[in-house]
């Protein structure tokens, strides 16, 4: 109990609104979050930029909410090209659905795209026979979010289907400007993660948002991008 009210206290995890208005968590008052986390085995940790918070081949027995910074969930191809799946940046989670499947050997491996602060947080209880009514509501939210991840992965397929790299890039950039709320948006990928996530090469990428650019379709800063046609 020491444990994770002392983690509590140094983030202030019931003032951060990254974790009350999470959908695991949104609506409950500072002593039922406080139990939350107890039940869930919260525990906060910081990860330089770079840094493996998960290897492939390994069974991963937490999941994660970002609370600064942004990781990738990554997988290599047969020639071990390396496949960005997700970007997760600050209010995001990763990891669900392997926790939940208790998958052996993880395909996958996490890696700090930024210098990133997580949230660890393991399902183990959700899924034990236990009457507690808390229990219960968190085992309900913990499924809805392994249902929202399946749509966010239907997102990255959208993304995948289209041949041509111009549309899969204007589908994405459609995406992030939806999420953001605004035409004008800024992504935690660098040119060579987009190059991953768009299944292309950097030369080819670069070249393509030149193109964009000079077709009035969008306008970029480093990785702060802006739609100017829909």
């Known amino acids: 109990m020491k444990r994770w009210r002392a983690i509590l206290k140094n983030m202030n995890a019931t003032d951060n609104p990254l974790v009350t208005h999470h959908p695991l968590f949104a609506g409950f008052d500072n002593g039922t979050l406080s139990e939350a986390l107890s039940i869930l085995r919260a525990e906060s940790a910081s990860f330089k930029k770079g840094a493996v918070l998960q290897r492939a081949g390994q069974q991963m027995s937490h999941f994660g909410l970002v609370l600064s910074g942004a990781v990738q969930v990554c997988q290599n191809d047969f020639e071990g090209n390396r496949m960005i799946m997700a970007e997760v940046s600050e209010g995001g989670t990763f990891g669900e659905s392997l926790c939940f499947l208790k998958t052996p050997d993880s395909p996958v491996y996490i890696t700090a795209s930024l210098p990133a602060e997580v949230l660890w947080l393991s399902p183990e ?50 995406e992030q400007a939806g999420a953001a709320g605004t035409d004008t948006f800024t992504i935690a990928m660098n040119r060579d993660d987009m190059a991953s996530y768009m299944g292309t090469n950097r030369s080819a990428l670069s070249r393509e948002l030149a193109h964009m650019k000079a077709d009035g379709l969008i306008d970029f800063f480093r990785s702060t991008f802006r739609i100017l046609k829909s």
């Not at 549309?167 to 994405?172: E, F, G, P, R, S």
């Open 125 to 174: 209880s959700l899924f034990k026979a236990d009457t507690n009514p808390l229990i219960r509501q968190l085992e309900v939210r913990f499924t809805t979010l392994l249902a929202r991840r399946t749509l966010s992965m239907n997102s990255r397929i959208q993304v995948l289907s289209k041949l041509k790299l111009r549309d899969k890039l204007i589908t994405y950039f459609t």
